[in-house]
């Protein structure tokens, strides 16, 4: 990195790569709390069920077929079939891991973004901030091991838009030479 302008270039692309990623985990850690949720709302929501079936309508036939029957079997099952799927499905583990991985890069890019003003209101790159930006890329280095392999492609696509939008490049501070 022997030209300012390359060296510029290479932290405003780290920038924006972090935004990225932390905008891609934020959604993630959205959608997966909203499955939680989901699972857990039909499990209540069957419960219940079972037992206003198994009640309310245990002695209730349509054709002589006792429907409180069926609906308490079926109700039943469901619940049994969510309660015993959900800890496989282990989204409490990776509601933590994708917490973890969003909290780093939010940290990472709030440090980037200080860089990133240091150099438009400078309009030069700092020892001090090529050092920074160094031990920042050993932290994000550690992350890979951890992040979703592979990424959710349409949901990279929607973050990148949105991070463009943000962050336009045109909007960087760039060297002359």
Same mark, same amino acid.
């Given at each position: 990195?022997?030209?300012? $302008? ?30 939680? #949720? ?36 079926? =109700? ?12 496989? =499905? ?32 400078? $309009? ?12 920042? #890329? ?10 979703? $392999? ?28």
């Amino acid at each position: 990195m022997d030209n300012l $302008k390359d060296q510029v270039s290479i932290i405003y692309d780290e920038f924006r790569t972090t935004e990225l990623s932390k905008e891609y985990y934020s959604q993630r850690i959205s959608r997966t709390r909203k499955k939680l #949720r989901n699972i857990d709302i039909y499990l209540a929501l069957f419960a219940a069920g079972s037992g206003v079936a198994g009640f309310g309508l245990w002695n209730y036939s349509i054709f002589g077929v006792q429907i409180g029957q069926i609906a308490f079997g079926f =109700l039943a099952g469901i619940a049994l079939m969510l309660g015993l799927a959900k800890p496989y =499905l282990r989204l409490e583990d990776d509601l933590e891991r994708l917490s973890s991985i969003q909290g780093t890069y939010a940290s990472i890019a709030h440090i980037l973004k200080d860089i990133v003003n240091n150099i438009k209101s400078s $309009k030069a790159l700092e020892d001090s901030d090529k050092k920074v930006y160094s031990a920042l #890329r050993q932290i994000r280095g550690g992350l890979e091991a951890k992040e979703d $392999k592979p990424p959710d492609s349409k949901l990279v696509d929607k973050t990148q838009d949105i991070v463009n939008n943000r962050y336009p490049p045109e909007e960087f501070w760039w060297p002359d030479k």
